[in-house]
């Protein structure tokens, strides 16, 4: 579970690389690539973000934010072979 979540923090932190281009292809939507990350105790943890969820949670998560990732780069990839 510690894996898991360091994991999560690494793939938040290329989320959090890319939030501009984010909010230029999403709009007010990308906000939401970054609920649960900054809600969830993936990133900062702290007392105001909720802790108690168990591996199946991580495990979406993690899926969610590889393909959020994943979705980023392959916009990018668009933007310079259309340029």
Same mark, same amino acid.
């Given at each position: 579970?510690?894996?898991?979540?360091?994991? $999560? *923090?690494? $793939?938040? &932190?290329?989320? @959090?690389?890319?939030?501009? +281009?984010?909010?230029?292809?999403? %709009?007010? +939507? @990308?906000?939401? $690539? !970054? &609920?649960?990350?900054?809600? !969830? %105790?993936?990133?900062? /943890?702290?007392? #105001? #973000?909720?802790?108690? =969820?168990?591996? @199946? !949670?991580? +495990? =979406?998560? !993690?899926?969610?934010?590889? *393909?959020?990732?994943?979705? $980023?780069?392959?916009? @990018?990839? /668009?933007?310079?072979?259309?340029?």
């Amino acid at each position: 579970m510690v894996q898991r979540r360091q994991a $999560l *923090a690494l $793939l938040a &932190n290329a989320l @959090e690389s890319r939030r501009r +281009d984010a909010k230029l292809v999403l %709009g007010k +939507d @990308e906000s939401d $690539l !970054f &609920n649960i990350a900054n809600n !969830f %105790g993936i990133r900062h /943890r702290n007392d #105001q #973000q909720r802790m108690a =969820y168990g591996d @199946e !949670f991580l +495990d =979406y998560m !993690f899926a969610t934010m590889l *393909a959020g990732v994943t979705l $980023l780069e392959e916009l @990018e990839q /668009r933007q310079v072979t259309s340029a």
